[in-house]
């Protein structure tokens, strides 16, 4: 072999190991790339599965909220009507109170009258036909309540 020959294969032998090194690279450029994309695809899958969790988030909180409006308004409601209720309850209470009171003046009214029948029946000797009346009248207006 020349050495012409021996320079050519060199040649070919480095022109060989430069395109496997070319290929290698391109190979190593490759996978990289899939790698990459392979990564960034996974990431934005990630990413936009968070987002969603967030969005489903907000959404529950905006969701709690305005349940907590509705409850708020409901108790405000309530407690407006039991004002009301209550406000009934006294006064019916204070009209239950003047019924009794004014019972419990007729009692001592017809007591009295009683009282005085008695002793105008020990006196004179006959019944007041006026004191009966008014008796019964007071009896019939308890009655009546």
Not at 3 to 10: A, G, P, S, T
Not at 27 to 35: A, H, P, S, V
């Amino acid at each position: 072999m020349t050495k012409d020959q021996e320079e050519k294969e060199l040649e070919i032998m480095k022109l060989r190991i430069d395109q496997q090194y070319q290929e290698k690279v391109e190979g190593f450029r490759k996978e990289t790339q899939l790698k990459y994309e392979r990564e960034k695809r996974l990431f934005e899958d990630e990413k936009q599965k968070r987002l969603y969790e967030i969005q489903d988030s907000i959404d529950d909180l905006k969701l709690a909220s305005s349940d907590k409006q509705k409850m708020k308004n409901e108790i405000e409601d309530l407690i407006m009507e039991q004002n009301k209720l209550q406000s009934k309850i006294d006064q019916l209470k204070g009209d239950q109170d003047e019924e009794q009171a004014k019972n419990r003046q007729l009692e001592r009214e017809i007591n009295e009258l009683n009282i005085q029948l008695r002793s105008n029946k020990l006196t004179s000797g006959y019944g007041g036909a006026i004191e009966d009346q008014r008796v019964q009248e007071l009896r019939d207006d308890i009655a009546k309540k």
